[in-house]
């Protein structure tokens, strides 16, 4: 089995480790497009040594945005600062990604830093939409618009649109969000889909938004580069989405071109009960890796190098990815390589080689 400092391939990308950014929403945009602190936040975290630097949940249409500050793909004039960012990041060795979005019911919604609840039309909000008309609850207490099929239509289309984008602004590493309690996780599970017609119901029903998202983008996607999935493998609520549907669903994506799978859990519901502790979502990567026969991404509670090694080490997942960690350490990899004791040390940039 390889280890955290291993080049991990798919398709024609080669990390030069198994350490990524997680994707991390900054809130910081204007109309959706990127500026000087997404280079320098997604910036930073390349030039310390991360072998994936993935760009936050990035909106597909204005209304797919979480909060009013949320980056977006729906427009031409938001590849460019995009594509300032993918140069700076290639150029400090690691490979650029994005995850493309859409926050469904839980949409509209105000900064956390400015409490998170929703966000009313005349304070910049909008109505949200989502597969049933039921609110989220709590200070997402907004009621979505019930999508049309039309609709759902065009949502899709925006997910291709923005892929299309995705891959002008020079990512080479695309992710869809299908986690948290957004528009895609909102179809998987019955606690926030109950449509009867083709897109609830029935698992074959419930899977219909994304694997036909899936499908639309791979077919834009081009085949050399690697396309992947977050999912939030469980609702940790009885009625929800499970881990069993999460690893058929990987193996249903699988076939359709999907390369890895990002598993992360919850977010659907407001009063589930989450055993969170270190590591805690690392069983979902492992069983979706051995059952599904795909690769995957372990994520949540990760922080220290042997622990991240271990994941890999033992065939847990292909890949780990770090959030808040990174936010505590930027040169995370670079200091996990000195404590691991990896040889030869990944070599700092010139500029920064004399700390190291
Ligand atoms: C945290 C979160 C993790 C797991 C379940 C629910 C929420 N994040 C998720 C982010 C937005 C900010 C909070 C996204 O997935 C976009």
């Keep these: 089995m390889p280890h955290l400092f291993a080049p991990l391939t798919l398709r024609s990308v080669t990390l030069r480790n198994r350490i990524g950014v997680s994707p991390m929403c900054m809130y910081s945009s204007t109309d959706g497009v990127a500026n000087d602190w997404h280079l320098v936040h997604l910036g930073a975290r390349a030039a310390g040594g991360a072998g994936l630097v993935i760009a936050e949940a990035t909106a597909v249409s204005p209304e797919g945005r979480i909060t009013p500050g949320c980056a977006g793909l729906w427009s031409d004039a938001q590849v460019e600062p995009l594509t300032r960012i993918t140069r700076f990041i290639r150029a400090q060795g690691a490979v650029p990604g994005i995850q493309l979005a859409h926050a469904g019911r839980k949409g509209s919604a105000s900064r956390p830093w400015d409490g998170g609840g929703h966000l009313a039309e005349d304070e910049g909000g909008w109505t949200p939409v989502a597969p049933s008309p039921v609110a989220f609850g709590g200070a997402l207490s907004s009621v979505p618009h019930e999508l049309t099929l039309a609709e759902i239509g065009r949502v899709q289309a925006d997910f ?65 580069l690697p396309l992947t999935i977050r999912l939030s493998c469980t609702d940790w609520t009885d009625g929800g989405w499970t881990i069993d549907e999460s690893v058929e669903l990987a193996r249903l994506l699988k076939a359709e071109g999907l390369d890895l799978v990002d598993c992360s859990s919850g977010g659907g519901v407001e009063k589930a009960v989450i055993p969170v502790g270190a590591g805690y979502q690392v069983p979902f990567a492992s069983r979706i890796r051995r059952e599904a026969g795909i690769e995957t991404a372990a994520v949540g509670m990760i922080t220290s190098p042997a622990q991240a090694d271990e994941i890999v080490r033992n065939g847990h997942a292909d890949l780990v990815l770090m959030a808040r960690e990174f936010l505590r350490d930027p040169n995370w990899p670079l200091h996990a390589a000195k404590e691991l004791g990896v040889k030869p040390l990944p070599a700092p940039p010139l500029q920064y080689a004399r700390a190291f």
Excluded: C, K, M
């Design 160 to 224: 291709v649109a923005a892929a299309r984008r995705a891959l002008a602004a020079g990512y080479e590493w695309l992710e869809l969000h299908a986690a948290h309690g957004y528009l895609a996780h909102q179809f998987l599970s019955p606690l926030s889909n109950q449509r009867t017609d083709e897109f609830g119901g029935s698992f074959e029903n419930r899977i219909r938004f994304i694997v036909g998202t899936t499908r639309a983008v791979r077919a834009v996607w081009p085949e050399n």
